[in-house]
């Protein structure tokens, strides 16, 4: 029996920590020498990706089948729900926060907050513009990327392409998590 638990200690202790680091560091700026892309479309952007590759971090380390889900609010941010699959525990691990835009709101550059007022920094700097079915979002700094796309495999070619454009970036390629989203067994 799978089991959503939605506000897991461990979930909840990690995000805690990973944003606590995120604000001490500045948490919502673009990292030097990247550009969040343009003419960005929010209702677009908006329904479910799936987590294709990451940096490590404390918050996902040992998540697989990754999800992350975002909806318009009648308020004006973005929900946010982060989603994945423990297999240490067998249980779904879940995230919900909220997301503001930094700036204009055709720049992909936001502000996201899964506790009160502590907000980090998600940019995209690459998308598909032309069907939204995939993307590379940076964090405040170059510790942290993610490949998403809007099912759950990317071709290789593609894949091969984002992370050479990450490698050109200046992240850390070598580190990268390759997410599993095949269900166990």
């Given at each position: ?38 003419d ?46 423990d ?12 997301a ?26 690459v ?19 993610w ?8 071709s ?15 992240f ?14």
């Amino acid at each position: 029996m799978s089991a959503v638990r939605s506000t897991s200690l461990r979930l909840v202790r990690s995000c805690l920590a990973g944003v606590l680091a995120l604000w001490l560091w500045g948490c919502t700026g673009v990292p030097d020498g990247l550009t969040p892309v343009g003419d960005f479309q929010v209702q677009r952007y908006l329904g479910t990706w799936y987590e294709i590759a990451r940096l490590d971090h404390s918050f996902e380390r040992g998540l697989s089948r990754v999800t992350a889900t975002y909806e318009q609010r009648d308020d004006g941010t973005i929900g946010v729900v982060n989603r994945g699959f423990d297999a240490a525990t067998g249980e779904w691990e879940e995230a919900a926060g909220k997301a503001r835009f930094a700036g204009a709101e055709d720049v992909a550059s936001l502000e996201v907050s899964f506790f009160g007022p502590f907000y980090g920094g998600y940019h995209v700097i690459v998308l598909d513009h032309e069907d939204y079915a995939y993307a590379m979002v940076s964090g405040p700094s170059r510790d942290y990327l993610w490949i998403l796309a809007r099912r759950p495999e990317l071709s290789q070619d593609v894949l091969d392409a984002l992370v050479a454009k990450a490698s050109q970036f200046g992240f850390p390629t070598r580190d990268l998590i390759f997410v599993e989203h095949a269900p166990a067994g």
